[in-house]
Every structure is written in C-alpha cells, then in structure tokens.
C-alpha cells in the first residue's frame, strides 16, 4: 500500500545543533517529495521539493533535503536549529497524474536554549 | 506575495448543523483543494476541483461534504450535518497547475468545533 512514513514523532534538538528529519515512503515509482513546516497556528509552508535531478535540494531558511531512491526516503536537515524552527514537520508525497498529496503523520521539533 | 486565505480561523457548532467553510484561493490558480487535520493527526486529502468539477476526492469526502466555487474568488467547503469527528482543522489549498508534481499552496486553516 502507498504510505509516507515519519518515524519520529517528537525531536528536540538544542539550538546551534544539527537536525535530521527522517522520511520513507512506499510508491510503487518515485513520487514528487516535499516537506512542509506548521508553526503553532500557521498554514503548511513549503520548505523544499524533489521532482527529479541533484539528489539533495536546498530550500528555504536553511533546510536541505536528500533523496536517496535505494532507501525509498527524504530525509530533512539543517546543520544548525535555531529558536524559531520549532514547528511541526510534515513529509508529502505526489504522484505525477494525481492531485491527491499524501501527508506523513508530522515531526514535532521542540528547540532547547 | 499573494496568499491563500481561509475565514473563519475558527468555527465552533453543534453536531447536526450545517457549516460553511470559505477560501479565497491565489487568485490566478486554477486548482483547488481541501485538507483535513484531526487533532494529533496527519494532514488528509479530501478533495480537488478543476473548473467548477470535482477531480478527485478520497473516501472521507462523504455524501456529508461538498464543495463549491460560487464566483470568481471564492471556495467552499460545506458540511450538511456535522458529526463531533469532524472536528479537526481544514486546510484549503490552491495551485496554478494539475498533477502531483505542481506546488499546492496552502491557507492558514480553519478550526472547526463540533459540540
């Protein structure tokens, strides 16, 4: 079955340290991968895309990601957290021909002082 | 920078009414959606719109939901009777182009209460 997995559902990470968001999914052929961010009461806010080319994508506000097709995953990074990224993470997925954008169960990123 | 808006930011009713949930979507887009988020839970497709039409929707778009662009700027979510696990937060969503591989766009949510 089609599924976008996040393994973590709560990282808390200290500020200046790095951030790895982990992402898998199950498709039967590569889909579009997205991560989008929900801060406390905000909409979804796209960070970053993969359609296909250079396995690593940078995006937004210092995050990048990596797809890595052997390992069906997307991982999300930053090598240094600020305060401000404490947020909610969501993983996405798409296939070509569908609008119908599949949505992992999120990563809550709590930033220590 | 243009942006998806969503009015109310929160609605709170009693089960058995009927709701209206608005969104003016990016105003040169052409697709529309509608998400869901119970609380603690992941983000749910519930359907698509292309020209006036229903393109796609998932399993929990019931005959309880429905959708409508009732002028040139506007998109709503109407939910005839609603049932206390329809309490959640709904997103809508736009995008210039069809196809997963196309940026949707997303508004800030509505809170729906049912009590």
């Known amino acids: 079955a089609q599924s976008v997995t996040q393994p973590d559902i709560h990282i808390t990470v200290s500020e200046g340290a790095s951030l790895e968001l982990r992402c898998n999914y199950s498709?039967?052929?590569?889909?579009?991968l997205f991560w989008y961010v929900q801060s406390p009461g905000q909409g979804l806010q796209l960070l970053l895309k993969?359609?296909?080319?250079?396995?690593l994508v940078q995006g937004i506000k210092g995050f990048e990601a990596e797809f890595k097709r052997s390992q069906s995953s997307f991982n999300l990074r930053k090598p240094s957290v600020h305060w401000s990224d404490a947020a909610e993470y969501f993983c996405?997925?798409?296939?070509?021909?569908?609008?119908?954008?599949?949505f992992g169960a999120g990563t809550r990123l709590t930033v220590k002082p | 920078e243009p942006e998806v808006t969503q009015t109310p930011s929160h609605q709170v009713t009693q089960m058995g009414q009927e709701v209206i949930l608005r969104c003016v979507p990016i105003?040169?887009?052409?697709?529309f959606y509608w998400y869901r988020q119970i609380l603690g839970q992941k983000v749910e497709f519930l359907v698509s719109?292309?020209?006036?039409?229903?393109?796609?929707k998932s399993e929990i778009f019931d005959d309880q939901f429905s959708v409508e662009r009732p002028d040139g700027s506007n998109f709503t979510l109407k939910i005839r009777s609603t049932k206390l696990e329809d309490s959640a937060m709904y997103f809508c969503?736009?995008?210039?182009?069809?196809?997963?591989?196309?940026?949707?766009?997303f508004g800030p949510g509505t809170r729906l209460t049912v009590l």
């Open positions: 969503a736009s995008s210039s182009l069809a196809g997963g591989g196309n940026e949707q766009f």
């Open positions: 498709y039967g052929a590569t889909p579009y």
């Open positions: 993969y359609f296909s080319g250079d396995t």
């Open positions: 996405a997925v798409a296939l070509y021909n569908n609008n119908d954008m599949r």
């Open positions: 105003s040169n887009h052409l697709y």
């Open positions: 719109f292309y020209n006036n039409e229903i393109s796609e």
